[in-house]
């Protein structure tokens, strides 16, 4: 049973940002299955950066897609995407020098790290342009 | 060859940009904002205008006396207005030409910039025509110079059958319609057209600095407005064709070409201008930019986040409907025909992360000539050699010169240059890889000098990114006293790329308390005074140029003698009387009883004075057929004393007796204008003085 999943009411109702969600959530859960696997650091390795090319283009898609709304809320949502990726970065660093440890922490932050933002920024977006977007 | 042309040209500008740094710094250089300048400069003139026009009475009668008024009863604001307006037409054009021989100089006219330049070319035919459609507006003396001599430049064209000059020869013939038709391009015409054309010059451009900064458009103001009030324009005297000025002041940013047409045939005027102009617009082809690959998108990479739309300074990308079925909605599209293949979309695009060990590097767009993973490969490959707790990597922009002297400079067993080709081209994410990853202790990122960006806008966006102002932003682990970048201004602690090298090495390493990177910038004791005197010595040259020096018309002591006639010559042969055979072989309501040829014989003239020929020339008829008459319009200047002029004319231009001659001792005084003209009636010559 994979750790988070898509449910049809996080639809943001942009096709694009509601596909690049899900494909965020199939990548994180893969981690999760490399972690359980206890598969060499490599693989978590790569899929960790994978998750921050994917998810730092994310944000500027979503990003691009707020502006275009003028979404009142942008600059908050935009911060706590930077923080996001600053968080990430950190997380890999700490796997990267200690796989153990890091193991832990991702264990532990890694579905939090995304899940709380998209079920406050993401929802919250999504109750905003919900109406205009069907 | 060009490039010898540049090369020479930049010695002589650079000294000139390093000076203005000095004073105004590069955020406020006005060589940075020289097209943006120039806009600035035609508002003012707008504004102006406007006020001129409320009481400008459009007529030759009118003009004179409401011009002067505004200039002299109504000094305090008329009279500012008029000079602002003149000064800031005359600002303009300095503006205008250094605009053009910057771009031209360091090359950001070719390639695929070549529509930015091709457009800029006829603005200077709309600019200039302006300038001498508003001193013709005046009708002062300088004014009648002016319409004279355009009148004598336009007639050479084979336009007009009529010859136009002839309207300026004396007060009688001349009537409103010219003043019209001055009044309409002056005030309509050539400032829509004017305005038309600059959107076209800037639509390629994304983003163009149309305003300069405030401080610029303030001093400027200034500037214009103390010349204005200390050194006001004024009228040259009131019109009166019986008489010439002998000389002028001339406005040298508009009339350049006026007192060519003293010596040359306006035949070679007109080619001077058509040829420089062609050669200005082939410029661009000479020779043609070698082609460099535009940047690719990779649809795999791109989820039409629309960051490299807004930052290429091109305008290449357009974000476009998704053509690969992917649940995007729209995907980057590069134009090869606008991309100047700057990489500066790279820098913007948020896949290009080099933090992948194992998975291909391939950003949504990239540059074939220097890949974003070919450029992950050289870092981790040559930082290698770095030695030391003090390593600085530098990223210096490619396609400047200073570049390659970079590298000899600096390179070390601690510092490396990596060329790159605008500094706007490096993704935020690499100068996070190379300090995180331990490739390096310090990075200096070093752009084209004075901010002045090849590529337009990759060291703004660069300062942006990483200050976190513009994404992609620099991730905030990334200690800001690492990074430094390389344009700094001028009065910063380290001066050039290399002092910012030595003081960035100098705080390294970082961490162990009260470093603080490189030193910040101290205050600019050269400001005030670098400052004034630009804005000083712009304004003398302003009003300097705008009449000085004075152009000699005619020498001192000297008269002028117009001829200006036409005349139609003798027919190729006689009539001849039909027969009545003839006439009868004609269908009836074609019979003449004369057979008259059309076409006629050119007309041969001679004008002397006390026996020395001073013009001579035979003039064909004119009109397709040859039937028309011959226009003879000439200047000629003559000692202004008693002397016997004589004027002959033969009709028929062979014989050498004449069949036409006036002779008469004619006493003009310096500077007395003699027009001679043929009373078509009388059918004789007239002297007709005052
Ligand atoms: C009325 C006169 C003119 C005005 C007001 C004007 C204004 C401008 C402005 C605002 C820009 C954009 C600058 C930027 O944001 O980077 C520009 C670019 C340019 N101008 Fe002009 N310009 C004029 C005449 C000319 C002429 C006569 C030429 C050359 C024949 C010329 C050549 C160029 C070129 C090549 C560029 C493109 C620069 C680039 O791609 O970086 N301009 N001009
Ligand atoms: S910046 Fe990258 S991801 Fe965004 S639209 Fe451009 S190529 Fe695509
Ligand atoms: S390489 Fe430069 S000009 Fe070409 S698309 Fe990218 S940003 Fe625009
Ligand atoms: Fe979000
Ligand atoms: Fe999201």
Same mark, same amino acid.
């Given at each position: 049973?994979?750790?988070?999943?898509?449910?049809?009411?996080?639809?943001?109702?942009?096709?694009?940002?509601?596909?690049?969600?899900?494909?965020?959530?199939?990548?994180?859960?893969?981690?999760?299955?490399?972690?359980?696997?206890?598969?060499?650091?490599?693989?978590?390795?790569?899929?960790?950066?994978?998750?921050?090319?994917?998810?730092?283009?994310?944000?500027?898609?979503?990003?691009?897609?707020?502006?275009?709304?003028?979404?009142?809320?942008?600059?908050?949502?935009?911060?706590?995407?930077?923080?996001?990726?600053?968080?990430?970065?950190?997380?890999?660093?700490?796997?990267?020098?200690?796989?153990?440890?890091?193991?832990?922490?991702?264990?532990?932050?890694?579905?939090?790290?995304?899940?709380?933002?998209?079920?406050?920024?993401?929802?919250?977006?999504?109750?905003?342009?919900?109406?205009?977007?069907? | 060859?060009?490039?010898?042309?540049?090369?020479?040209?930049?010695?002589?500008?650079?000294?000139?940009?390093?000076?203005?740094?000095?004073?105004?710094?590069?955020?406020?250089?006005?060589?940075?904002?020289?097209?943006?300048?120039?806009?600035?400069?035609?508002?003012?003139?707008?504004?102006?205008?406007?006020?001129?026009?409320?009481?400008?009475?459009?007529?030759?009668?009118?003009?004179?006396?409401?011009?002067?008024?505004?200039?002299?009863?109504?000094?305090?604001?008329?009279?500012?207005?008029?000079?602002?307006?003149?000064?800031?037409?005359?600002?303009?054009?300095?503006?205008?030409?250094?605009?053009?021989?910057?771009?031209?100089?360091?090359?950001?006219?070719?390639?695929?910039?070549?529509?930015?330049?091709?457009?800029?070319?006829?603005?200077?035919?709309?600019?200039?025509?302006?300038?001498?459609?508003?001193?013709?507006?005046?009708?002062?003396?300088?004014?009648?110079?002016?319409?004279?001599?355009?009148?004598?430049?336009?007639?050479?064209?084979?336009?007009?059958?009529?010859?136009?000059?002839?309207?300026?020869?004396?007060?009688?013939?001349?009537?409103?319609?010219?003043?019209?038709?001055?009044?309409?391009?002056?005030?309509?015409?050539?400032?829509?057209?004017?305005?038309?054309?600059?959107?076209?010059?800037?639509?390629?451009?994304?983003?163009?600095?149309?305003?300069?900064?405030?401080?610029?458009?303030?001093?400027?103001?200034?500037?214009?407005?103390?010349?204005?009030?200390?050194?006001?324009?004024?009228?040259?005297?009131?019109?009166?064709?019986?008489?010439?000025?002998?000389?002028?002041?001339?406005?040298?940013?508009?009339?350049?070409?006026?007192?060519?047409?003293?010596?040359?045939?306006?035949?070679?005027?007109?080619?001077?201008?058509?040829?420089?102009?062609?050669?200005?617009?082939?410029?661009?082809?000479?020779?043609?930019?070698?082609?460099?690959?535009? $940047?690719? %998108? /990779?649809?795999?990479? !791109?989820?039409? &986040?629309?960051? +490299?739309?807004?930052? #290429? *300074?091109?305008?290449?990308?357009?974000?476009?409907?998704?053509?690969?079925?992917?649940?995007?909605?729209?995907? $980057?599209? %590069? /134009?090869?025909?606008? !991309?100047?293949? &700057?990489?500066? +979309?790279?820098?913007? #695009? *948020?896949?290009?992360?080099?933090?992948?060990?194992?998975?291909?590097?391939?950003?949504?767009?990239?540059?074939?000539?220097?890949?974003?993973?070919?450029?992950?490969?050289?870092?981790?490959?040559?930082?290698?050699?770095?030695?030391?707790?003090?390593?600085?990597?530098?990223?210096?922009?490619?396609?400047?010169?200073?570049?390659?002297?970079?590298?000899?400079?600096?390179?070390?067993?601690?510092?490396?240059?990596?060329?790159?080709?605008?500094?706007?081209?490096?993704?935020?994410?690499?100068?996070?890889?190379?300090?995180?990853?331990?490739?390096?202790?310090?990075?200096?990122?070093?752009?084209?000098?004075?901010?002045?960006?090849?590529?337009?806008?990759?060291?703004?966006?660069?300062?942006?990114?990483?200050?976190?102002?513009?994404?992609?932003?620099?991730?905030?682990?990334?200690?800001?006293?690492?990074?430094?970048?390389?344009?700094?201004?001028?009065?910063?602690?380290?001066?050039?790329?290399?002092?910012?090298?030595?003081?960035?090495?100098?705080?390294?390493?970082?961490?162990?308390?009260?470093?603080?990177?490189?030193?910040?910038?101290?205050?600019?004791?050269?400001?005030?005074?670098?400052?004034?005197?630009?804005?000083?010595?712009?304004?003398?040259?302003?009003?300097?140029?705008?009449?000085?020096?004075?152009?000699?018309?005619?020498?001192?002591?000297?008269?002028?003698?117009?001829?200006?006639?036409?005349?139609?010559?003798?027919?190729?042969?006689?009539?001849?009387?039909?027969?009545?055979?003839?006439?009868?072989?004609?269908?009836?309501?074609?019979?003449?009883?004369?057979?008259?040829?059309?076409?006629?014989?050119?007309?041969?003239?001679?004008?002397?004075?006390?026996?020395?020929?001073?013009?001579?020339?035979?003039?064909?008829?004119?009109?397709?057929?040859?039937?028309?008459?011959?226009?003879?319009?000439?200047?000629?200047?003559?000692?202004?004393?008693?002397?016997?002029?004589?004027?002959?004319?033969?009709?028929?231009?062979?014989?050498?007796?004449?069949?036409?001659?006036?002779?008469?001792?004619?006493?003009?005084?310096?500077?007395?204008?003699?027009?001679?003209?043929?009373?078509?009636?009388?059918?004789?010559?007239?002297?007709?003085?005052?």
């Amino acid at each position: 049973m994979p750790l988070l999943q898509w449910k049809s009411a996080y639809s943001l109702g942009i096709p694009s940002v509601d596909h690049e969600h899900r494909e965020l959530i199939g990548m994180i859960n893969e981690v999760y299955d490399h972690m359980e696997d206890a598969a060499d650091p490599v693989a978590i390795e790569s899929c960790l950066e994978d998750i921050y090319a994917s998810i730092a283009s994310h944000f500027a898609l979503e990003e691009r897609h707020m502006r275009e709304a003028r979404y009142t809320e942008y600059d908050a949502h935009k911060d706590e995407h930077e923080n996001l990726l600053d968080q990430l970065l950190e997380m890999m660093d700490e796997f990267a020098d200690d796989p153990q440890s890091g193991r832990e922490t991702l264990r532990k932050s890694l579905a939090d790290w995304f899940g709380i933002h998209f079920a406050t920024f993401d929802a919250r977006l999504h109750e905003s342009l919900g109406d205009h977007h069907g | 060859m060009l490039k010898g042309v540049q090369i020479a040209g930049q010695l002589v500008f650079d000294p000139l940009r390093r000076l203005l740094d000095r004073g105004f710094g590069h955020r406020l250089n006005p060589l940075n904002f020289l097209g943006a300048l120039t806009i600035y400069f035609f508002w003012i003139v707008l504004v102006s205008g406007i006020w001129l026009f409320i009481f400008f009475k459009t007529s030759v009668a009118g003009a004179y006396e409401s011009v002067e008024y505004l200039t002299h009863e109504q000094w305090y604001l008329g009279g500012v207005m008029r000079s602002l307006h003149r000064y800031a037409s005359d600002a303009a054009i300095i503006t205008l030409a250094l605009h053009m021989i910057k771009e031209f100089l360091y090359d950001r006219h070719r390639g695929n910039r070549w529509f930015s330049w091709v457009t800029g070319v006829p603005l200077l035919w709309l600019v200039i025509p302006l300038g001498i459609t508003g001193y013709w507006l005046v009708w002062d003396q300088l004014a009648w110079y002016v319409a004279l001599t355009s009148a004598e430049l336009l007639d050479w064209l084979p336009i007009f059958s009529e010859s136009m000059a002839r309207n300026f020869l004396s007060d009688e013939v001349l009537s409103d319609r010219f003043f019209t038709l001055m009044a309409f391009l002056h005030l309509i015409g050539l400032p829509l057209f004017l305005v038309f054309g600059i959107w076209l010059h800037v639509l390629r451009i994304n983003g163009p600095r149309i305003n300069p900064p405030r401080a610029l458009m303030a001093g400027s103001l200034i500037a214009m407005t103390v010349l204005s009030v200390a050194y006001p324009a004024l009228s040259q005297g009131e019109v009166d064709m019986t008489t010439v000025p002998s000389s002028l002041g001339l406005d040298w940013y508009y009339l350049l070409v006026y007192p060519l047409m003293k010596h040359w045939s306006p035949g070679w005027v007109w080619g001077l201008l058509t040829g420089t102009s062609l050669l200005l617009f082939v410029a661009p082809w000479m020779p043609a930019q070698r082609n460099r690959a535009s $940047a690719i %998108v /990779d649809l795999d990479n !791109c989820n039409g &986040c629309a960051r +490299c739309a807004d930052d #290429c *300074p091109f305008g290449a990308i357009t974000m476009m409907e998704r053509s690969d079925g992917k649940a995007y909605e729209t995907e $980057a599209v %590069v /134009d090869p025909a606008l !991309c100047m293949s &700057c990489g500066i +979309c790279t820098g913007s #695009c *948020p896949t290009a992360t080099p933090f992948r060990r194992h998975s291909v590097l391939s950003p949504g767009i990239d540059s074939p000539d220097m890949t974003a993973a070919a450029l992950r490969e050289k870092l981790l490959e040559d930082s290698d050699k770095l030695e030391g707790t003090h390593r600085i990597i530098v990223f210096s922009c490619r396609d400047h010169a200073q570049s390659a002297r970079l590298k000899s400079r600096l390179d070390d067993a601690q510092t490396m240059t990596v060329a790159i080709i605008c500094a706007g081209q490096l993704p935020p994410p690499f100068i996070d890889f190379a300090l995180s990853r331990d490739l390096a202790d310090g990075v200096v990122l070093a752009g084209c000098p004075g901010g002045d960006c090849q590529y337009r806008l990759g060291a703004d966006w660069t300062a942006l990114r990483v200050a976190r102002q513009r994404d992609p932003h620099l991730r905030k682990r990334v200690e800001s006293n690492r990074v430094a970048l390389g344009w700094q201004e001028p009065w910063s602690a380290c001066g050039d790329v290399s002092g910012i090298v030595a003081a960035l090495r100098e705080s390294l390493p970082v961490g162990t308390g009260g470093t603080a990177g490189i030193p910040s910038s101290r205050r600019n004791p050269w400001r005030v005074p670098v400052t004034a005197f630009v804005y000083v010595a712009f304004a003398v040259m302003v009003g300097w140029l705008s009449v000085w020096p004075r152009f000699q018309l005619i020498d001192e002591g000297n008269a002028m003698i117009s001829l200006s006639f036409s005349y139609a010559g003798q027919r190729i042969r006689e009539c001849r009387q039909l027969t009545q055979e003839e006439l009868n072989r004609l269908a009836p309501n074609m019979r003449k009883p004369q057979d008259c040829p059309r076409e006629r014989l050119p007309i041969r003239v001679v004008l002397s004075s006390n026996g020395d020929t001073l013009y001579e020339d035979i003039k064909r008829p004119t009109g397709l057929w040859k039937d028309g008459s011959a226009n003879i319009y000439k200047r000629l200047t003559v000692a202004g004393r008693s002397q016997k002029l004589f004027i002959g004319m033969n009709e028929s231009g062979q014989s050498p007796e004449f069949d036409f001659v006036l002779e008469q001792e004619v006493d003009l005084a310096p500077g007395e204008h003699l027009v001679v003209e043929f009373d078509d009636i009388q059918k004789s010559f007239v002297f007709k003085q005052d």
